[in-house]
């Protein structure tokens, strides 16, 4: 049995169902894999039924592979060679199960055999937010599709937020647009319930709370943090942020007060919003409901 196993054996840990089960391989592979519940709840797909394509992206466990599955183009993450990696995987694959919205990438199943791991996501042929933003720029992206991909993330936020399922690496680059021009939350591998605590190495500085990157403490107010930047990020045409100050030196100067400026021709409602979402005190923080409302009041007076 893997450290990590016994660990998610005593307490589910914002799992939606505890791992109990784990599939020895050959040599030092070991997955841990709740394999019962994927099965009874139908997630599992013949590898058969599924033809893989051409590499689309390249993500941290891993290449992502365009493939077709059932007559639909789909996404599929493929898993690297290690039991790590493999736990970080399932995790983002079960929780996946337990979450549905428009504005959240849809889960569509796992292949789960001897040679592979697979997560077969919806195909998002736009790609990523932040990729989308920088190659059209400010020439072709208007403030419709500025005020629709902020409204598209808030509503997928507003609906973790709801769940109680912090996402912890909320940023344009773990949002992707789907053929139709629909924003939508992806990348759950860091998502867990409420207030777990975390060792601060891997984290998206630029992006992260203060409290979340000093105490290891997340919530949807530190998601909320994140939104802010990803707010900035979507005004600003998919630029780098803080670009001027080293990183290690970003949270210092947050601290001590220091704010990116609006982008330019930023609405100042949507700069205000940035500014409330980076309170250093997370409960002065706006909800994602909150921000919801205001951004769709905003949308309805957006003409192009
Ligand atoms: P990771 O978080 O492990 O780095 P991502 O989920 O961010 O991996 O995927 C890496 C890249 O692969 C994305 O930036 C995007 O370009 C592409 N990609 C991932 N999922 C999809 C998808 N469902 N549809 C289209 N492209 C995708
Ligand atoms: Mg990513």
């Known amino acids: 049995m893997c450290t990590a196993q016994r660990?998610?054996?005593k307490d589910a840990d914002g799992l939606c169902t505890q791992l109990t089960k784990s599939l020895p391989k050959k040599g030092k592979q070991e997955f841990c894999i709740d394999t019962k519940s994927f099965i009874d709840a139908g997630w599992v797909i013949q590898e058969q039924e599924l033809q893989l394509n051409e590499t689309i992206g390249k993500g941290e466990f891993g290449d992502v592979l365009l493939g077709v599955y059932r007559?639909?183009?789909?996404a599929v993450k493929m898993l690297k060679d290690s039991s790590v990696?493999?736990?970080?995987?399932?995790?983002?694959?079960?929780?996946?199960?337990?979450?549905?919205?428009?504005?959240?990438?849809?889960?569509?199943?796992?292949?789960?055999n001897e040679k592979h791991l697979l997560l077969v996501t919806e195909y998002m042929g736009k790609g990523s937010l932040v990729e989308y933003l920088r190659s059209r720029g400010r020439l072709h992206v208007t403030k419709k599709d500025q005020i629709n991909f902020a409204v598209d993330t808030c509503s997928g936020m507003e609906y973790l937020e709801f769940r109680k399922v912090v996402h912890r690496d909320l940023a344009a680059r773990?949002?992707?647009?789907?053929?139709?021009g629909v924003a939508k939350v992806a990348d759950f591998g860091l998502a867990r319930e409420e207030n777990y605590i975390v060792d601060a190495g891997?984290?998206?500085?630029?992006?992260?709370?203060?409290?979340?990157?000093?105490?290891?403490?997340?919530?949807?107010?530190?998601?909320?943090?994140?939104?802010?930047?990803?707010?900035?990020?979507?005004?600003?045409?998919g630029r780098v942020p803080y670009s001027r100050i080293p990183l290690i030196d970003v949270v210092k100067h947050v601290e001590k007060g220091y704010r990116m400026e609006a982008p330019e021709c930023c609405p100042p409602e949507?700069?205000?919003i940035m500014r409330q979402a980076w309170d250093l005190l997370p409960d002065r923080r706006p909800t994602f409901k909150d921000v919801k409302t205001k951004l769709a009041q905003l949308k309805v007076v957006t003409i192009n």
Do not use: C
């Open 270 to 272: 949507i700069y205000e």
């Open 85 to 112: 990696e493999a736990q970080k995987f399932l995790t983002e694959a079960l929780l996946m199960t337990s979450l549905r919205h428009e504005n959240l990438v849809e889960l569509l199943g796992l292949v789960l």
């Open 174 to 180: 773990n949002v992707l647009i789907s053929e139709a």
């Open 71 to 74: 007559g639909e183009k789909v």
């Open 202 to 237: 891997k984290l998206p500085i630029k992006w992260t709370a203060p409290e979340a990157l000093r105490q290891g403490v997340f919530s949807n107010k530190s998601d909320m943090w994140s939104f802010g930047v990803l707010l900035w990020e979507i005004y600003s045409f």
């Open 7 to 9: 660990h998610y054996q």
